[in-house]
């Protein structure tokens, strides 16, 4: 039994080692004065510098974040909401409609990309047309009116391309939080004279909340770091941070790219142990409510 618990420990510690070895290389050798990644050549600040100066990097961190951010609160309201209707619905709908939430997960990204990709140039095309025959018509005509309804691949399909891969996982994130709620208080707070919004805003809403952060941050996170379904709905007037990397890396490794996955990786790192700190702290203080009301 001890020599199965040092094995598995050794195992455990190989597997971390395999895990964040890189993350950690990646990081000493952002602050490396040469610009090879094997030979060391001390100690500077000179890539965060050139990378806070570089255009290109900005716009592209701006877009990314935008759209991560509005992508986010977008898919977060919407799969909340999605979640609710599953939760009510009888089994067999809800099954079907588990099932088409789970292809975008269980699909791969390129087919995403590519077929949204095909779907905005077709929907552009027919808008595009539609403008066409409805400036043709002969009371347009003499009304001097001019309609434009088509639309080229950029942010907006950017923006929709995020947030349709990012709602199947809020849902997945708040379903669970559904399934363990007591159907019996929102009930309660109808009773004791609440409005509908009112026991879901004051009751509901923060037993789901924990699900519904987790949600967020997984959203978030898929949506900063995507880069497939990216570049085929992006368009080329828009760039995000991922595309930037790899047009970067396409003609050499630059430092500037250790230095912005450094950025990224202690701000994600800052998120989630914030997170997880309110998180505790939240079930602690709930511990102790329960405590106090079953003493009392």
């Known amino acids: 039994m001890k020599k199965n618990g040092i094995l598995s420990r050794a195992f455990l510690v190989l597997l971390f080692l395999f895990l964040y070895a890189p993350i950690f290389v990646l990081i000493v050798f952002s602050f490396n004065d040469s610009k090879s990644n094997a030979v060391w050549g001390g100690f500077t600040l000179d890539w965060y ?21 509005l992508a986010t609160l977008i898919a977060t309201v919407a799969g909340t909401a999605a979640a609710i209707g599953f939760s009510r619905m009888r089994r067999r709908p809800r099954t079907v ?31 595009a047309s539609f403008s ?15 309609f434009d309804f088509g639309f080229n691949l950029g942010f907006v399909t950017l923006l929709i391309a995020h947030i349709t891969f990012d709602i199947p996982y809020v849902i997945l994130s708040v379903l669970p939080k559904i399934r363990q709620l007591d159907p019996n208080l929102a009930e309660a707070a109808l009773d004791l004279g609440a409005t509908p919004m009112t ?3 004051k009751v509901v809403l923060p037993e789901l909340m924990p699900g519904i952060i987790n949600g967020a941050l997984i959203a978030f996170t898929m949506s900063i770091d995507d880069f497939v379904i990216s570049y085929f709905t992006a368009g080329s007037q828009v760039s995000t941070l991922s595309m930037v990397v790899y ?24 998120l989630m142990v914030a997170i997880n700190l309110r998180q505790a702290r939240q ?4 511990q102790r409510e329960r405590r106090a009301a079953s003493r009392a």
Request: hydrophobic share 55%; aromatic share 8%; proline share 3%.
């Open 97 to 127: 409609c588990m099932t088409v939430n789970n292809i975008p997960l269980t699909n791969p990204d390129i087919i995403t990309g590519v077929s949204m990709m095909l779907l905005f140039v077709f929907a552009g095309q027919a808008l």
């Open 199 to 201: 026991a879901f805003r």
């Open 49 to 69: 510098a050139q990378l806070f100066s570089n255009r290109t990097v900005l716009d592209a961190l701006q877009t990314t974040l935008l759209v991560s951010v």
């Open 283 to 286: 079930e602690a203080a709930r």
């Open 247 to 270: 047009s970067m890396v396409r003609r050499r490794v630059s430092p500037e790219i250790n230095a912005l996955s450094t950025l990224m990786f202690v701000v994600v790192l800052v």
């Open 132 to 146: 066409g025959w409805l400036n043709g018509l002969a009371w347009v005509e003499n009304a001097n009116l001019w």
